[in-house]
C-alpha cells in the first residue's frame, strides 16, 4: 500500500507538470481556457497533493487520514469531471481519464483500513484510539 499511495503521489506531480503545457492539454482533446490561472490553480493543487502523498506514504499509520481525504477529493474530483464530459461538452475521453481517480479513491478506502487493521470512519476521522499527553 506503501508503494501504491508514493506513486499516485509521483503520478499527482507529474499531472500537475502537464497542466503547465497548454499544448498537451490540446493533445488529450481539450481546449485550455484563455485564462492561464485556470490550468495553474490544478497544476499546483496537483503538486501539493502529489507532494502531501510522497510524505504520507512513509507513514501510513500516522497520516492515514491525509491519505483518506485526498481519496475524498479524488472522488469529488471525479464528479466534477465526469459533469464537465458529459454536460459540458469536454467529451467522453475525459470522463474516462477521471474514472482513474475514482479507482484510486476506491483502492485507498478498501485497502488503508485492511492494512491499518482500523475502521473507515475510524481513519477518516484520524480516530487512532490512542491517548496523547502533551
Do not use: E
Not at 481517480?101 to 484510539?129: C, E, K, T
Request: one cysteine or more.
Amino acid at each position: 500500500m506503501k508503494k501504491f499511495i508514493f506513486l499516485t503521489g509521483i503520478l499527482n506531480v507529474l499531472l500537475g507538470i502537464l497542466f503547465t503545457m497548454p499544448c498537451v492539454i490540446r493533445q488529450a482533446g481539450v481546449q485550455p481556457p484563455d485564462n492561464p490561472f485556470w490550468l495553474m490553480f490544478p497544476a499546483v493543487f496537483l503538486f501539493f497533493l502529489g507532494f502531501i502523498l510522497i510524505f504520507s506514504s512513509r507513514d501510513l499509520k500516522n497520516r492515514a487520514t491525509i491519505v483518506f481525504w485526498d481519496g475524498l477529493s479524488r472522488v469529488v474530483a471525479f464528479l466534477g469531471v465526469s459533469w464537465f464530459g458529459l454536460f459540458a461538452g469536454m467529451g467522453f475521453f475525459i470522463v474516462l481519464a477521471a474514472s482513474a481517480d475514482l479507482v484510486i479513491a476506491i483502492v485507498y478506502f478498501i485497502g488503508l483500513p485492511r492494512i491499518l487493521g482500523r475502521s473507515f470512519l475510524s481513519i477518516l476521522l484520524d480516530r487512532n484510539g490512542s491517548i496523547v499527553n502533551d
